[in-house]
């Protein structure tokens, strides 16, 4: 099974992926909410080194969101 890597696009605060596009609203320093057409579907936390993804709902499963996480903050990292 091949899945796709996560590509993020900083300059336009999204993510996409498995053909979706993922809109990243900052909530503070390294918590951020993940929406889909706006509407919330998860949060992704940078915490103790780690990129952490948690789904809310059933919409997007712990995955997806663990790739966000990942995708986001390595594009964003100092």
Known sequence: M???????DVENKTVSFEGTTYT????????????VKGVPVGRIVYTFGAA???????AVS?????????????????
């Open 52 to 58: 952490n993804g948690v789904a809310e709902g059933d």
């Open 2 to 8: 091949t899945t796709s890597a996560a590509v993020a």
């Open 62 to 78: 712990e995955d997806t969101m663990y790739a966000i996480a990942e995708a986001w903050f390595a594009a964003t990292a100092d």
């Open 24 to 35: 990243i609203q900052a909530l503070g320093e390294d918590t951020f909410t993940v929406l």
